[in-house]
């Protein structure tokens, strides 16, 4: 069993910028890979961001160049900085893990980007 502890979000006007962080309970040194979705009412979980355990990244064509996704693996986490932000980032934003075929999921934390 694995727990991610995101944290990081909160309130930010459009343009600025937020560093969202999670915090696995256990190594990630053999994970699959771990990742961000985020999601907003009434719509799916959408990737945001993924970073597999060789280092090879993907993102949303909606936040490349704007977000970038990090691992540590020393300190059990990954992060996303999450740069030139705007009103349509704002959503829940959760970490996500995968090892073994089984995938883990924390409790979310809120982005909220004003205009």
């Known amino acids: 069993q694995v727990q991610l502890v995101e944290s990081g979000g909160g309130l930010v006007q459009a343009g600025g910028s937020l560093k969202l962080s999670c915090a696995a309970s256990?190594?990630?040194?053999?994970?699959?890979?771990m990742g961000w979705y985020r999601q907003t009412p009434g719509k799916q979980r959408e990737l945001v961001a993924i970073?597999?355990?060789?280092?090879?990244?993907n993102y949303a064509d909606s936040v490349k160049g704007r977000f970038t996704i990090s691992k540590d693996n020393a300190q059990n986490t990954v992060s996303l900085q999450m740069n030139s932000l705007k009103p349509e980032d704002t959503a829940v934003y959760y970490c996500?893990?995968?090892?073994?075929?089984?995938?883990?999921w924390g409790q979310g934390t809120q982005v909220t980007v004003s205009s």
């Open positions: 970073i597999r355990s060789g280092g090879s990244t």
């Open positions: 996500n893990a995968r090892i073994f075929g089984v995938t883990y």
């Open positions: 256990r190594s990630i040194y053999n994970f699959n890979d």
